[in-house]
C-alpha cells in the first residue's frame, strides 16, 4: 500500500513537472518510520545521507551519536557514563524522582530540557511529580481543568504542554511543545517553542497533555539544551 502511495505521488509530480524530495530514515523504528516505500526508493534510485550531526554541541557527544547510530549502543553509552551522566538508582520511583529534581535544577538554570520515558504510566507520574514541586513553589498560575483524550487535566499559567496529533488549523504537530499564558475550563491560551500563540478549546482538541516528561516517541524533532531519559527494560 505504501509503495502504490508513492507511486501515485510520483506520477502526479512527473505530470506536473515537479521534482519530489524525499526526506527520513529507512532505519527508524517501523511504527514511526516514513514506511516501506520510502526505502524502497532509496533501494531503486539511491540518496544521499546527511552524516554532520548538530544537535550536540561537544565532540565526544557527537561521536557517541555515530556510535548509536551504528548500534554501538554499548560505546555509546560509554562515553555518556565516563562523563558522570549514567546514574543507577534503587529503585524506578527514586529514578523518576531524581529526574523530576533534575528537571527543576534545568529550569532554574536557564535550560531547557525534557524528560523522555517508554510508558505513559511513567510520563504522568513524573509530569505530576514536577507539577507538585512546581504549585508549591509559586511558580504556577491559576488553573482549570480541560478534558483530553486521556482524561481530565488541571493545566495552569505557566504548565509545559505537548500537542500529541497533528492539527493544520492550530499549526502544530504531534510532540509539539508550548507553554500555557492562560488557562479556563476547557480552553487554553499556549505559547509554542517556536513562537506563535494559539487558543485551544476541549470540544475541538483533546488530543494534548503535560510536557514536562513525555514519551519516546512524542520527542522525535523535539531540540532542548538537556534530555533526561528513564532508563527501563522497554
Known amino acids: 500500500a ?96 531524581a529526574l523530576a529534581a533534575d528537571w527543576l535544577a534545568d529550569r532554574q538554570a ?18 505530576e511529580s514536577i507539577r507538585t514541586a512546581r504549585t508549591a513553589a509559586g511558580e504556577l498560575g491559576p488553573g482549570a481543568d480541560y478534558r483530553t483524550e486521556r482524561g481530565t487535566r488541571n493545566f495552569a499559567a505557566g504548565d509545559r504542554l505537548v500537542f500529541l496529533e497533528n492539527s493544520q488549523a492550530l499549526g502544530v504537530k504531534n510532540g509539539t511543545l508550548g507553554t500555557v499564558e492562560a488557562a479556563e475550563a476547557g480552553r487554553l491560551l499556549v505559547k509554542l517553542d517556536g513562537g506563535a500563540q494559539v487558543q485551544v478549546d476541549q470540544d475541538h482538541y483533546g488530543k494534548l497533555d503535560h510536557g514536562y516528561a513525555v514519551t519516546i516517541h512524542k520527542a522525535q524533532c523535539v531540540t532542548v539544551d538537556r534530555a533526561h531519559v528513564l532508563a527501563t527494560p522497554g
Open 2 to 97: 505504501g509503495v502504490g502511495r508513492a507511486l501515485r505521488v510520483h506520477q502526479a509530480a512527473d505530470q506536473a513537472g515537479a521534482k519530489v524530495v524525499l526526506l527520513g530514515d529507512a532505519k527508524q523504528r517501523a511504527a514511526i518510520e516514513a514506511g516501506a516505500a520510502f526505502r524502497a526508493v532509496t533501494e531503486r534510485v539511491g540518496a544521499t545521507e546527511i552524516t554532520e550531526i548538530r544537535r550536540q554541541r561537544e565532540d565526544w557527544a557527537r561521536g557517541a551519536s555515530r556510535e548509536f547510530a551504528r548500534g554501538d549502543v554499548a560505546t555509546g553509552l560509554d562515553a555518556y557514563r565516563q562523563r558522570g551522566h549514567v546514574r543507577q538508582v534503587e529503585s524506578r520511583e527514586a529514578a523518576k524522582a
Open 110 to 127: 536557564g535550560k531547557s530540557s525534557i524528560i523522555l520515558a517508554h510508558s505513559n504510566k511513567d510520563v504522568t507520574s513524573i509530569n
